[in-house]
């Protein structure tokens, strides 16, 4: 019989949705299930959201108090959705309390902070992830396949950007999103980490870079209520106006550690992007590029194809492509964000199934944070950083 | 308190996969729910393969009865997500049992089986509906409303697609799709009517076609199991092979009642095309452009821009668009083909909530059966043939 | 040395900047050329546009008396770039003087008027050639070049569209091209003959068509002027309105000698379609498929490509591919409108040093014309018609 | 009567190629033609090849002798079609001589050399222009139309790239352009600047750089002949091979003088890109893209389109936009790259006839060659580097 595990959800918002989702509907699809996720616990701020949220994600029970919670012996699996500043507190308790996490990313706020949660997930010897769902789009799976066949040959070069239009009108609200206590930091740890995932997972360790960092709006109206207000159309004009104290854009160059070069672009202030998530890379024996808003597709092109039909190839994932046996039965039906989310929880609980790492864990998480910190350094020293080891 | 509803699912398969994922997953993206679907019961073809179902999919019990299940008392949904022959006689006991119906596309194998549960549902007054999902794409959904609030103008033609490539291989096995006892037909029932079906959404009634019917590949290896094998990668070359009695291939002009004219192509034989179903709509006042294999987007184009700035809008569905509030925070973040499941199953139970008939019902469905009894009837007699009314 | 060939051109307009430009270009591009143009005598209505014909397109003289011009034993060759209701007298009489002859497409008003055409030239022994320069384009000669070393199999169906939106306005002025004693018809000889050329070109002959046949605006302000109005923004609200005894818009099915399949669709009054010249053809081993719009890129799908690799690739014409040694170095460095025609002079020029017939010539012009006659006699009649052979 | 200007050409390749046809071809298109070039003199290094230049190009005359042409008192404008490496002795001669001149770009192998060129032009008081083509191109002026009018807003920042993949195999030869003597630099100097002047053209001047720059094949088979073998496919695996002295790709980041900021990528060994030209520009009101292998086509997006309608308009270049009325009646019937270059010519000889400098003229010319100092200098210091002013 396959083991079922019980999970605590902590917190709510769009994220606990693609959660909730990912823990009834995964074994549907990856089936027989590496393991039958329980939604055990939902906890939120108040008792009255939290009972919300027990209904609307059909949890077992809810509570207010992560902090016992995560203590209880019936909770196998902590998950964490809440804003950044508290990943590490919850994230070090379930620790010590020997539970296995997932944690929506970025991991921290900063290296440091995610330094003491990768010292807390070692120690206690769990199973740790942070949830940078991008990767494991079926098509990015794809590319890594590709790379790692040796198909596109030596990597010399990586383009990334993640450019987004939500926060791009001066008068959209003051969400945490754009306060450096709670959020860490703006564009760079809220996509562009995203970004940096993906180049760590298709190209490998970024040695250093020389970034601009730029904030645009330097005042936002302050939002009554706590609500991410991600994407909120409604603007507040006559509303009193708060600083902005972190970045709406990063624009970078990358040296990877293995010779190769790059750059990296974040923004959420590009007019008419919405979750523009690409890559271009270029090897030795061909390229590679993608783009999330087309998901279903990678391009690929192969220097070795006949002369007179050699072109960047549209191939559509699907059961011949890494996840597709789960997924859907012929490319193109459909990979959409809840898929996304719904691979994610299957390699996280075919991690503690099988009781090795998965990808990216804390470790992963801890380095794209030194990344994330590099970026931060050079943007105000206009210098090249070395990214610390 | 929102009321829940006991649905029996009757089928297992990828379609099943479908249904119970979305299920699960529709009171957390639209909330509060009009109402909660309990999954009750699945029934398969074995008590074996409904007890896998049963776990796989969630449900509280297993049957190999359908007959049974769908006259218990408890039960207030029953979901039909079998091959095409069974639609009729299970939704036929089900509405006489009372319960509210959805049932998997095609409707029937033709409009007089289809005519056979339009009067059932009827009689029994239940609420019931027919599961074209991609009219629930949000994009689809939104070139209606642009239809509907007249910003493209009167609609001048129709020019829709359903491409796939999955049986284009000779030696792809003989699933009961390529069977016309049981499917009823080939391309003209299996995808052709998903294009009937958004046409009649988009335009209007269907009154006339003229039709080019093919079949390509003229038999095909017996299947061992009655698996649905669609997409399936595996040949084989050596079985013995039987007679292919549905067609691959339909391509057909259209007129429509209110003037309007078009064409569509169906065909799974269509190498390089995965899930291609697109439309072009051209008015007096703009246009309209839709491809599924990238649903996030609409294009649109309003003839009334200033001139020096006319073209195509690339609009990516979000929360200013249908059903996008109970989607994602913001336009790309992706609709994949269960998120036009979750939406479909919105629908329906808020039709069954508001006791007002959901669309495409099996009035709908009717309809658009007898527009495939028309194309067949004109790719054999080579004339134009009128819609029966 | 290469021999030189003096060409006298009947008429002005865009088309005749076009070919002028073709003969100057034509040498710089294909060397050694096959002969070497010298643009001799340009004829226009009266002799003072004659003259600034002259001038601006670099010929050596001018003249208003076209029947003089092409019996002029100094003139080899005969371009005729006239409105459609001057091409069957301009080239008989030009057959008839012995010279080589290259006409603007459509050929001719019809299948008959093309006869008498064909048979004058066929008579004379010269050269001839229609100018259906869309299949010069080098994408569109290298899926000609797959198709016939077998790459993509036997083709099943043929889909192709010409959709532009210039007479959408209902305002636009009654110029030559809405009136049938001079156009011949509408949008079926304008642009859907390009269409048939192309069907032609890459599957084969035409044996049999159903169509639907649309005049949107039935009447447009009367012009003054006799200038070709082709895309002229200018609207004449005020105007007195005279009637369109053209059509709008054809849409048909295909059925090919050789047993393919398909459909074509050529409009005008496609909002947000500009030159939008599109095929997609099937066969049995891989698919094909091309947008003007976007000429420079051929997509082809090869069936046998790797199960995780497959998908269309996009091409970009270039040294590689037909024509392209003459063109530009790299590929994507530039086909336009320029181009197609340069090429085309070449080729007509080749033949004229070969003494062997181009393609397409008049024999291929008047096919098309018996399928655009079979095309209005279908759209009149609601019935199957076979092109006469 | 329009004035006619007697042009010497020096140089053939097929940029000769490209100049000749715009000579023979500008009149033609835009009509009354600002001046009318007359094609009197094509220089080459031999004699031989000289007058197959003459006869190909159609030239009156031929010489092997530039300095005798320069100074020859019929010539009215010397145009620089050379390597790089004699751009500054033929243009210093010919402006000494009183000579307009048009320089194909680069301008020189770096801004020093470049300096003394525009020394000579100013104390010469000739009209200047360096061919940076591609701001010729229909879509890039009418995306510059776009940000003069305001119609995005300020400029946020501006990603633009290069990419050709001619130069990625080892084994292709080691032409004039992969030696730091003759082009001064490698893909900065022969693609780079191209981006260089279109980020000025668009954004204004480059303040300061941090480049990455790389040379991948650090050697080549030695070519025989002095050929242009750019994109040649021909390999050499057996030949002698010597060093590539000059760079294989720079990436950079970008700040503009007036805040903006920005990144720029240029190589010619990214596979399956051919003439990869892009930018990206987000400004406070909007965004515009453009991709140069599909040129007739501006993507734009402004802020301000309703909410239910927002999106990148896909515009196709056509007489609304700049350049219109000159090229061809409808949007999309095709710009390549001679369109480009005829347009160059217009935009050369409409400077001469009103006397006023075009841009870009050698003032251009050498800042963006400052620029391209900037980067080689940056790239080897590793630090950010102002632009000399």
Not at 33 to 61: Q, S, W
Not at 257 to 271: F, M
Not at 312 to 334: C, D, K, M, N, Q
Request: glycine fraction near 10%.
């Amino acid at each position: 019989m396959t083991r079922t595990l019980n999970v605590a959800m902590i917190g709510g918002g769009f994220m606990g949705k693609a959660h909730a989702m990912a823990y009834a509907a995964m074994p549907m699809f990856f089936w027989p299930a590496p393991a039958i996720p329980v939604r055990k616990v939902v906890v939120d701020v108040t008792e009255a959201l939290a009972d919300e949220g027990r209904r609307r994600y059909g949890f077992e029970e809810s509570s207010a108090d992560w902090r016992a919670v995560v203590k209880r012996p019936d909770i196998d699996v902590v998950d964490i959705v809440t804003p950044n500043d508290s990943h590490a507190a919850i994230a070090i308790a379930a620790a010590e309390a020997g539970k296995h996490i997932i944690c929506e990313k970025p991991l921290a706020r900063g290296g440091d902070e995610a330094k003491t949660m990768l010292d807390a997930v070692k120690k206690a010897g769990i199973i740790h992830m942070v949830a940078f769902n991008y990767r494991r789009t079926p098509a990015v799976a794809l590319a890594r396949q590709y790379i790692e066949e040796g198909r596109i040959g030596k990597i010399l070069n990586f383009r990334g950007t993640y450019l987004q239009d939500w926060s791009a009108d001066p008068d959209s609200p003051l969400s945490w999103r754009f306060q450096k206590k709670i959020a860490g930091s703006g564009s760079i740890g809220d996509i562009g980490t995203h970004v940096v995932d993906l180049a760590r997972y298709l190209v490998g360790e970024i040695a250093e870079v020389s970034a601009l960092v730029r904030t645009y709006n330097k005042t936002r109206p302050v939002q009554s209520g706590n609500l991410d207000r991600l994407g909120a159309a409604e603007r507040n004009t006559g509303a009193q106006r708060a600083e902005v104290d972190v970045d709406d854009e990063v624009v970078t160059l990358l040296k990877f550690a293995d010779g190769a070069i790059g750059s990296l672009e974040a923004t959420r202030n590009a007019y008419g992007r919405n979750n523009f998530i690409t890559f271009e890379i270029h090897g030795t024996k061909g390229s590679i590029a993608f783009n999330y808003e087309r998901r279903d597709e990678l391009q690929v092109m192969f220097a070795d194809d006949p002369a007179d039909a050699r072109g960047f190839r549209t191939v559509y994932s699907g059961p011949a492509h890494p996840y597709g046996s789960g997924l859907w039965p012929i490319p193109a039906l459909g990979i959409g964000y809840s898929e996304t989310k719904i691979v994610e929880c299957f390699d996280f609980f075919s991690a503690i199934a099988s009781g090795k790492q998965p990808s990216p864990n804390f470790e992963d998480g801890y380095k794209t944070e030194r990344v994330a910190d590099a970026l931060i350094e050079s943007g105000e020293s206009g210098h090249w950083v070395k990214v610390r080891p």
